[in-house]
């Protein structure tokens, strides 16, 4: 496709379950990011890979959060045993620019009832 | 931790108007983009400056990098109400390395017909 896609747009969970978000990037971007935003702030670094190599991890609020790229295009983002803090928009971004020039996608909202 | 602040943090004006808004760091960055995000959307690259007091324009819209590579600015002439949305800053290459992209807090305008 022309630009970055998720999926899926809104996912409503209960407290607890796991949930799985899936990003699909450009193709040919080397690079994959993982933000979270909360509403009404800037979005924040959970992950980022290089191919299929997860480089940083650093900004996973917690070991419940697992992000994995496996072939070096599409890539998930799990959240084990969701908690209401989870709730917000999860966006990914891909890029191949030398300043890290970014591309996102639309977001995926999660809302832990 | 670095910190990115944006002002003003909201923003409502008349179509027709100037406005500037402002990205300050205590932090040196190698690059700084500007992004837009709209309503259930990603956000959407602008402009990336890279050298210290780089001045950029962008139609209506006018970016500048600070001297030392710590702040910028955007200044819109002129506002219309398609200019309307958040408006975020975000760092690259600071001191966690060039991969991490660190996002402002956003300046939300809103421009009245």
């Known amino acids: 496709g022309a630009g970055v896609s998720q999926s899926p747009r809104y996912k409503v969970a209960k407290r607890g379950q796991d949930v799985a978000l899936r990003c699909d990037p450009i193709s040919g971007h080397v690079s994959l990011f993982w933000y979270q935003q909360a509403l009404g702030q800037g979005p924040e670094f959970l992950t980022y890979?290089?191919?299929?190599?997860?480089?940083?991890k650093s900004g996973l609020p917690s070991d419940r959060f697992f992000a994995e790229r496996p072939e070096g295009s599409v890539s998930t983002l799990k959240i084990q045993r969701t908690q209401q803090e989870d709730s917000a928009v999860y966006l990914c971004a891909s890029s191949v620019g030398t300043y890290n020039e970014q591309f996102f996608g639309p977001g995926t909202r999660l809302t832990v009832l | 931790t670095q910190l990115l602040e944006q002002s003003p943090q909201f923003l409502s004006i008349q179509e027709g108007e100037n406005l500037t808004v402002y990205c300050n760091s205590s932090?040196?960055?190698?690059?700084l983009q500007w992004y837009r995000q709209e309503p259930g959307e990603g956000p959407v690259l602008l402009v990336t400056v890279v050298t210290g007091g780089e001045v950029k324009k962008l139609k209506r819209l006018t970016f500048q990098f600070g001297d030392a590579r710590k702040d910028s600015s955007l200044h819109i002439t002129a506002a219309q109400p398609g200019d309307t949305g958040l408006y975020l800053c975000?760092?690259?290459?600071?001191?966690?390395?060039?991969?991490?992209?660190?996002f402002g807090t956003g300046t939300r305008l809103t421009v009245i017909p």
């Open positions: 932090s040196v960055f190698s690059s």
């Open positions: 975000a760092g690259a290459g600071g001191q966690t390395g060039a991969n991490n992209l660190f």
């Open positions: 890979f290089q191919n299929e190599a997860q480089l940083d």
